[in-house]
C-alpha cells in the first residue's frame, strides 16, 4: 500500500496557521506529502522547506485573483495538490487541521482494511471544531468529513470543501466512505483575533464579497459549545500556547439568530433520540 497526502497553503504565517504542525503531524502516515504552496507575503515557503523531510514533494503555484465565485479557486488549489498524488490513497489535510499521534496506527489499518475494497471510495473523520479557545469546541457545524479518498476514484473538489466523485461526466456525487477510526483536530478557530481579521480579509476575495469586521469569538450561542476534556495532539503544544487565543468569554448580550434557534432544535432532536444529524458530504458504504 502506498499513502499519499497533500495540502495547499499560501500566507500560512499571516494567517496563523498552524501548517507546519499539520504537515508534520501525518507525515508518519504516508509515502509522500504534495505541498502546493501559493505565491506568499511571508515565509511560509521557506518554513515548509525547513522541515526538510525527504516525503516532502513542493509545488509553487500561482492563484487566480480573479476567480471570485464561491471560493473556486481553493477547490482549483486543492486538485493541484491531488493530482499530483501517486499513492492507492489520498490523504487531504488543510493547514489548521492535525492529526493525533495516538491515532496513527488506527487510520493506516483502515486505509490497509479497505484496500482491496473499490467500493470503498473514501474515508471520513469524526472532527473537533475547537473554538474560542482550545478548551471549547464548537459543536453545530459539519461533525463529520471525507479527508481520505481513493486515488483512482475520478473526483474531484468543487470549492474545495469536499469531493464530488464523477461516475458520468456531467453527473457528480458524494464518495462511498467508511469511517478512519480517528479524530481530525480542527484549531481555525483559535487564532489570535488579529490572525482571524487577516483570514476573513484575504479570503472575502475569492467568494466576491466585502470583509467583515472579526469582534472577536464572543458572538456565539452558548449552547452551540462543548468543553473538551481529551487530549491534544503533542504536537501543537508549543502552537496553542503562543499563538491560540486563550482569553475566550461569550457575548452575554449576543442575540440569538434563525440559524442559531434552528441549531438548538437539532441538538434538543440528538440529544433526546441519541442520534447525529449534521451535514454529510458523503454516504455510508454497505460493506
Known amino acids: 500500500m502506498k499513502v499519499s497526502a497533500f495540502t495547499f497553503i499560501k500566507n500560512g504565517v499571516i494567517l496563523g496557521?498552524?501548517?507546519?504542525?499539520?504537515?508534520?503531524?501525518?507525515?508518519?502516515?504516508?509515502?509522500?506529502f504534495?505541498?502546493?504552496?501559493?505565491?506568499?507575503?511571508d515565509n511560509t515557503l521557506a518554513l515548509i522547506q525547513e522541515i526538510n523531510d525527504p516525503k516532502i514533494r513542493i509545488i509553487q503555484s500561482t492563484w487566480n485573483d480573479k476567480m471570485r465565485d464561491r471560493g473556486y479557486v481553493y477547490g482549483q488549489q486543492k486538485m493541484i495538490s491531488q493530482f499530483n498524488c501517486s499513492g492507492d490513497w489520498?490523504?487531504?489535510?488543510?493547514?489548521?487541521?492535525?492529526?493525533?499521534?495516538?491515532?496513527?496506527?488506527?487510520?493506516?489499518?483502515?486505509?490497509?482494511?479497505?484496500?482491496?475494497?473499490?467500493?470503498?471510495?473514501?474515508?471520513?473523520?469524526?472532527?473537533?471544531?475547537?473554538?474560542?479557545?482550545?478548551?471549547?469546541?464548537?459543536v453545530t457545524g459539519y461533525r463529520r468529513a471525507?479527508?481520505?479518498?481513493?486515488?483512482?476514484?475520478?473526483?474531484?473538489?468543487?470549492?474545495?470543501?469536499?469531493?464530488?466523485?464523477?461516475?458520468?461526466?456531467?453527473?457528480?456525487?458524494?464518495?462511498?466512505?467508511?469511517?478512519?477510526?480517528?479524530?481530525?483536530?480542527?484549531y481555525g478557530h483559535v487564532r489570535s483575533i488579529a490572525n482571524m481579521q487577516e483570514k476573513v480579509n484575504q479570503v472575502s476575495q475569492y467568494w466576491n464579497s466585502e470583509p467583515p469586521i472579526f469582534e472577536g469569538y464572543g458572538n456565539i450561542d452558548p449552547q452551540a459549545l462543548r468543553r473538551f476534556s481529551s487530549s491534544h495532539p503533542?504536537?501543537?503544544?508549543?502552537?496553542?500556547?503562543?499563538?491560540?487565543?486563550?482569553?475566550?468569554?461569550?457575548?452575554?448580550?449576543?442575540?440569538?439568530?434563525?440559524r442559531d434557534k434552528r441549531n438548538r432544535i437539532r441538538l434538543k432532536i440528538e440529544d433526546r433520540f441519541d442520534v447525529e444529524i449534521s451535514k454529510k458530504h458523503y454516504t455510508e458504504a454497505k460493506i
Open 234 to 258: 503533542k504536537i501543537m503544544q508549543h502552537w496553542l500556547e503562543h499563538y491560540a487565543e486563550h482569553d475566550f468569554v461569550p457575548n452575554a448580550d449576543y442575540k440569538l439568530t434563525r
Open 90 to 138: 489520498a490523504i487531504y489535510i488543510e493547514g489548521d487541521e492535525v492529526f493525533h499521534e495516538d491515532e496513527i496506527e488506527s487510520i493506516r489499518a483502515n486505509m490497509q482494511k479497505y484496500l482491496n475494497h473499490p467500493q470503498v471510495e473514501a474515508l471520513y473523520f469524526d472532527f473537533f471544531h475547537f473554538y474560542g479557545d482550545p478548551e471549547h469546541l464548537g
Open 17 to 32: 496557521y498552524p501548517f507546519v504542525e499539520s504537515i508534520k503531524s501525518a507525515l508518519p502516515l504516508v509515502d509522500e
Open 146 to 186: 471525507p479527508r481520505i479518498i481513493r486515488n483512482s476514484v475520478r473526483s474531484y473538489a468543487p470549492d474545495g470543501l469536499f469531493w464530488v466523485v464523477m461516475d458520468k461526466n456531467k453527473k457528480g456525487r458524494y464518495p462511498m466512505a467508511k469511517h478512519a477510526g480517528a479524530n481530525v483536530y480542527h
Open 34 to 41: 504534495i505541498v502546493n504552496v501559493g505565491n506568499c507575503d
